[in-house]
């Protein structure tokens, strides 16, 4: 999506000088070739300097290939053995609600993410295959945008449960329950899936494709060409997906901090006995860990992402900012293959449980190999 802008502006000012294609086939006939050459108007200064800022783009989008491809991969197998490891707990708490969704909100962005750039390098393949390409890209695209809001919201959810259970023990269990977390993080996922909706309704792939760049062709839908609904969609996707979430979290991670640290303070005065008996709630540390990462990892593409509902891309097509742009959708990706790293070094729970699922699968393998070696000493 990054390069969209150019090229709606490359076919505006081409005009009807493109002709309709083939997206995977050219001619062989260099006849054919030398004739099209002749026909085709020379392209003016602007068309040129537009073919050239892509054309240096794409060292930029190769190096996102290749993060990405290694990010969804990361993502995908992180967080499978998050929901693994998760699903083996012997009781499942609120965190672990949360926990649960935010990994399966980060392995959808691993899947979607490595579809979108193996899109932009199959599509060429055949006919069929840009076919299935093009139709899927920007729902794709869509369902990517969704889990990220989700994610964004549900770790905000976390934060303020920590935060809320820290400060109101005694309300916090009286109000709140696992079946309230699970009600809320379905809740926020079809919400969130609402807004990603936007993404295919305004945007589509169109069948000119530019031989210098290597990416699907997008292009705006009638509805994409409302200006006003586009800026709309901008805008819902800022707040929910970064604006709330950061303010939100802000305050509760800032709040939950000043609370460990009056506590601890407390707790040294405390003989051992007494402070063994004092009880906090489970994964603060996990929680400030999160959130400390998400602000890390999202606030680039907040300011992206701002200034396309402030400014309305004024500053794009420039090679600085559109490289801006693709660095910090890439740090986005890299937000959800941290979370294991996290639970790994702050996690007692999940460290205990990886372990004992891993020793019961190695006994397992042990004992399979055992009984094939006895097998095949019975059968001689």
Excluded at 46 to 63: A, C, N, T, Y
Excluded at 170 to 178: D, G, Q, T
């Amino acid at each position: 999506m990054k390069t969209l802008l150019f090229y709606l502006l490359f076919f505006a000012l081409n005009g009807t000088c493109s002709a309709q294609q083939s997206p995977t086939t050219e001619s062989q006939d260099p006849t054919a070739q030398n004739n099209a050459s002749v026909l085709q108007p020379t392209l003016s200064p602007d068309q040129l300097s537009i073919r050239k800022f892509l054309s240096e783009l794409q060292g930029v989008k190769r190096v996102e290939f290749v993060a990405v491809l290694v990010i969804g991969t990361l993502a995908v197998l992180g967080n499978l053995v998050v929901i693994m490891v998760t699903a083996r707990y012997k009781s499942i708490g609120i965190p672990q609600v949360y926990m649960a969704s935010l990994a399966v909100c980060d392995l959808c962005i691993g899947i979607f993410s490595l579809w979108r750039v193996l899109a932009d390098r199959l599509f060429r393949l055949s006919d069929g295959v840009y076919w299935f390409c093009s139709r899927t890209y920007f729902p794709v695209v869509g369902l990517d945008v969704a889990s990220s809001i989700t994610a964004a919201l549900v770790a905000m959810a976390l934060s303020v449960d920590r935060c809320f259970a820290l400060k109101f023990p005694i309300k916090h269990v009286e109000l709140w329950s696992v079946r309230r977390a699970k009600v809320l993080v379905v809740v926020t996922g079809m919400m969130s899936l609402l807004f990603g909706l936007n993404i295919p309704l305004r945007l589509t792939i169109t069948d000119v494709v530019d031989p210098l760049v290597n990416q699907l062709p997008p292009m705006y839908t009638s509805i994409g060409f409302n200006g006003a609904f586009t800026q709309a969609c901008n805008y819902i996707e800022f707040v929910f997906r970064f604006a709330v979430p950061l303010s939100v979290m802000m305050v509760s991670n800032t709040w939950t901090m000043s609370i460990i640290q009056k506590s601890d303070n407390f707790r040294r005065g405390l003989d051992k006995e007494t402070r063994r008996a004092v009880k906090t709630p489970k994964c603060l540390t996990m929680t400030v860990g999160l959130v400390i990462i998400f602000f890390i990892t999202q606030l680039p593409k907040a300011a992206f992402l701002f200034d396309a509902v402030m400014f309305f891309n004024k500053h794009r097509f420039t090679l600085a900012f559109e490289t801006f742009a693709i660095l910090s959708n890439i740090l986005t990706k890299v937000n959800s293959i941290i979370n294991i790293f996290v639970y790994l070094a702050l996690n007692k729970e999940f460290r205990r449980t990886l372990l004992q699922m891993l020793s019961c699968c190695c006994c397992q393998r042990n004992v399979e190999d055992d009984s094939a070696i006895e097998t095949v000493l019975s059968r001689i």
